[in-house]
């Protein structure tokens, strides 16, 4: 049962527009959410987290939106650059922090120069 | 960010045999580690929490049996797969993390498993 979802497995962008990527959940004892970037042959890296009660986070180029009632979170990379080629995995806790997520099965983006 | 090595990178054994994998945080105390499963294309799957000096706690459907983990120190924890099977064969990611559960959890390079 795969509670959090990217219906994406791949995304690619040319460099300097932006890049959306999207993440569905199933259970909504979830509250916090984050995103990680993986490159080929490294352990995830964190990029950016929110908080169920808010709805935008941002953080430089990257913000991640959340719409609870529809169960969806985005992260909008904008404007995107060829080093932000990488695999991101949306993730999700339960206990209001980082620890002991869930992970969807990632998109690959490429962002084309 | 806090640097997570896991050694060796890629690992290569027969059927039968077990074959352990290191996870180490250089630069800070992990008082809790994780053990992860990647297959391809799918997501990193938590097989067990393990917190210094205590068992670990695996998740549902993972043998604790066949996936044995030691979390000795707060630098230090091992999982060994026992009696490996080809369908062990897998990328193994582990994680470290503080006291706090506010702190992001640091992830290593992961461990190829290729089990002949």
């Known amino acids: 049962d795969q509670q959090v979802k990217q219906n994406s497995p791949s995304l690619s962008v040319q460099e300097g527009r932006i890049s959306i990527l999207n993440c569905d959940y199933t259970?909504?004892?979830?509250?916090?959410f984050l995103w990680y970037k993986k490159y080929p042959a490294e352990g995830p890296t964190f990029l950016i987290s929110?908080?169920?009660?808010?709805d935008k986070n941002e953080d430089g180029r990257f913000t991640v939106f959340l719409n609870k009632s529809a169960k969806h979170l985005s992260l909008h990379i904008v404007p995107s650059q060829p080093g932000d080629s990488a695999v991101y995995f949306c993730?999700?806790?339960?206990?209001?922090?980082?620890?002991?997520?869930?992970f969807g099965t990632g998109t690959k983006l490429q962002v084309i120069p | 960010g806090a640097v997570v090595s896991q050694h060796p990178s890629r690992v290569i054994c027969k059927s039968g045999t077990s074959v352990k994998i290191e996870c180490r945080s250089l630069?800070?105390?992990?008082?809790?580690m994780f053990w992860y499963r990647q297959f391809p294309k799918q997501s990193l799957m938590l097989m067990a929490t393990?917190?210094?000096?205590?068992?670990?706690?695996?998740e549902q459907g993972v043998e604790k049996d066949k996936f044995l983990i030691n979390h000795a120190s707060l630098t230090l924890s091992t999982l060994t797969v026992t009696s490996a099977h080809p369908e062990d064969s897998s990328f193994y990611i582990c994680?470290?993390?503080?006291?706090?559960?506010?702190?992001?959890?640091?992830f290593g390079p992961g461990t190829r498993l290729l089990v002949l």
């Open positions: 994680s470290a993390a503080g006291p706090d559960p506010q702190e992001t959890q640091y």
């Open positions: 259970n909504s004892m979830f509250d916090y």
């Open positions: 929110i908080s169920s009660i808010k």
């Open positions: 993730a999700a806790s339960a206990r209001g922090g980082y620890q002991k997520v869930t």
């Open positions: 630069d800070f105390q992990a008082t809790t």
């Open positions: 393990s917190n210094e000096g205590s068992k670990a706690t695996y």
